[in-house]
């Protein structure tokens, strides 16, 4: 092959085998080796027999995770994390333990394995393979599953929330209503960083009582009401500012219409309403942050049946629901912020 070639099917194959990776960090995050690592290096058979395994498998996924930058392997072949590896510990301030868990597990897998029947059919590989029409319902009557997906989803707010708050002035709300905001991880960095505004979470009950917990660790709950309900029929009435973070990308264009509409008839003239998306832009290009957002496309293609959209198709929706897209505020990471008002 001439050199060119040669880099090609490199990165090719690079690309191909990614789903190799997925499995090696997930089982390094399942068995918690980040946190038997925290107080200095241990050697294979050392931590083999704290997580009951194989001590030769194990070994092999050690230098496996030590190429892939997560451990370092000593001249006497003892473990040790790199800062990469920091990350998986369960105290990390990066909670990537539990991003890995969910985002690497045999559920979200499966549906990705399925992906060619969504494309053939335009329906969601989870409908297909857990023969439910709503991933939500499934994760209520699978309550495990549901603690690492909102782990994950809390995970992974964390990321963005930051940039949020920076990018978007939030100090003329008083009363903020986070539609959908699971277990408070956005609405609590935004009311930390705007002492004056007091917060309302909305989510169904089930996800608004394993919020407690968080709200009260953030220390605002004398400044944040949960209240549960259904998103398709109400909203809390009464708020200048609604959030819907990473909800509306959940569904088809009819059940997202039915939010927006719910929005829409709990907000006053003034009110404001942010929606918290990737924005896929008009012509897709390579780079770091469109590799999010289309990845981000097709995770809901297989999963909810839902998709990222566009600032014209976001308009669209807004405007079919009584609302007018104001502008869109881009953060440093591949989350946007879609201001409407009525």
């Excluded at 009557?141 to 995970?155: D, Q, R, T, V, W």
């Excluded at 829409?264 to 957002?293: C, D, F, H, Q």
Aim: proline share 4%; aromatic share 8%; hydrophobic share 45%.
């Amino acid at each position: 092959m001439e050199p060119d070639q040669l880099r090609l099917y490199g990165e090719l194959y690079r690309l191909v085998r990614g789903y190799q990776v997925t499995p090696i960090v997930y089982v390094a995050a399942e068995l918690g080796i980040a946190d038997l690592l925290r107080d200095g290096a241990q050697s294979s058979a050392e931590l083999a027999a704290a997580t009951h395994t194989d001590a030769s498998a194990l070994a092999r996924l050690l230098r496996a995770l030590t190429a892939l930058g997560l451990l370092h392997e000593g001249d006497d072949h003892r473990f040790s994390l790199t800062p990469l590896g920091e990350c998986l510990r369960e105290d990390s301030p990066l909670h990537g333990r539990a991003m890995v868990r969910w985002l690497g597990g045999e559920n979200m897998w499966r549906t990705w394995g399925d992906q060619l029947h969504s494309v053939r059919t335009g329906q969601s590989a989870f409908s297909h393979i857990f023969i439910m029409s709503n991933v939500f319902d499934y994760y209520a009557k699978h309550p495990e599953l549901e603690e690492i997906m909102s782990g994950g989803f809390a995970a992974q707010t964390l990321y963005f929330a930051a940039a949020i708050t920076e990018v978007y002035d939030f100090s003329t709300f008083e009363k903020l209503a986070d539609v959908g905001g699971g277990r408070g991880a956005l609405l609590a960095t935004i009311l930390r960083a705007n002492p004056q505004l007091h917060g309302i979470l909305f989510d169904l009950p089930h996800v608004v009582l394993a919020a407690v917990g968080l709200l009260e660790q953030a220390g605002i709950t004398n400044r944040c009401q949960a209240v549960s309900g259904d998103m398709f029929e109400s909203v809390p009435a009464g708020a200048d500012g609604y959030i819907l973070s990473r909800v509306i990308h959940d569904w088809d264009d009819e059940k997202s219409i039915a939010i927006l509409t719910s929005c829409r008839a709990a907000m006053r003239s003034g009110s404001r309403l942010l929606l918290i998306e990737r924005v896929l832009p008009a012509r897709a290009t390579p780079s770091v942050e469109n590799e999010g957002r289309f990845l981000g496309d097709i995770n809901m293609l297989v999963r909810t049946g839902g998709r990222e959209r566009t600032v014209d198709q976001y308009k669209a929706l807004l405007s079919a629901a009584g609302l007018r897209l104001v502008r869109v505020i881009p953060t440093p990471t591949d989350i946007s912020v879609v201001e409407a008002m009525p």
